[in-house]
């Protein structure tokens, strides 16, 4: 397993400066947000060209874009229309990164909220991204996010069944399911089987109050509940089950670390990464699981 910084912890500096923290960090790789000043659809392609020096300079793999655009199943046939032309931007520029997936988002509301129609129109789109993706051998990755329709295990293979296509898949991320109340263990590995495309990694807890830095308020299927974001090891989401399934499916793919908790980008990311390897280090060794 390799393990990666999500540049949008470094929102506040360059992408330069990411990377340069990135590597001082000792990561593999960054995962870039498709937001300013990291890249964009506005980003020029000599731009893309000088990041993409500035990640072998580093010696640094950029395992996936983290696109903000999608919304198709809520969003209006002009809306879609237009996030569908984003989204071949962002793919030019991942084609120049040489990163293998783009994050979509399906869109809302919370799963169980949604009706069929909502899954139907996300599909619809969502498969012609996955065939002009196909035409640069490219992955979407659609993360298991709290507040949309994916925001289960479940509700996530009933969307990629919908979709069929063998470029979609599922990132998995403990933090989002926590806020979901959904198992985010062993078993949701396995579920996800082959269509485990990649890991997101942070941690959060149930608070009484929000407010101040680092907190925020979440609707889940409990009400509207609020949450604060962690290092790892100070909220409430385990993740030694999740890292002890990864090796029991073999999964050698990308982690990303996308701690937001309220402290210094870089001290935050250091913290995470220890804990990661530790954990990773103290994976319960079990039987071959067989990926179907």
Known sequence: MKIAAFSGVFLDY??????AYTQ????????????????????SCQRVEEIKNLSKAFHLKIPALAGYLGWFSTSSDKEC?????????ILKWANILESDMIRVFPGGPNAFLAADYHYEKAAYWLKKCAEKAKEYNKKIALEIHNMSLVETV??????????NEENVGLIHDAGNMYITDTDYGKDSV???????????VKDEKRIDKAGASGTF????????????????GEGKVNHQPLFDALKEVAYDGW???????????????????????????????TNNYTVN
Request: aromatic share 2%.
């Open 81 to 89: 229309e237009k996030s569908f032309s984003e989204f071949q931007q």
């Open 154 to 163: 479940e509700g996530g293979l009933k969307l990629l069944n919908k979709i």
């Open 255 to 285: 982690i990303s670390l996308e701690c937001a908790s309220p402290h210094p980008p870089k001290e935050r990311l250091a913290h995470d990464l220890k804990k990661v390897r530790q954990m990773l280090e103290n994976v319960t060794e």
């Open 14 to 19: 360059s992408i330069h400066q990411a990377m």
């Open 190 to 200: 396995r579920k996800l089987g082959r269509h485990l495309l990649h890991v997101h």
């Open 24 to 43: 001082e960090l000792g990561l593999d790789g960054i995962e870039i947000a498709c937001k300013e000043p990291h890249l964009s659809i506005e980003t």
């Open 217 to 232: 308020i979440n609707l889940t299927k409990h009400g509207e509940e609020k949450f604060l974001q962690c290092k790892l």
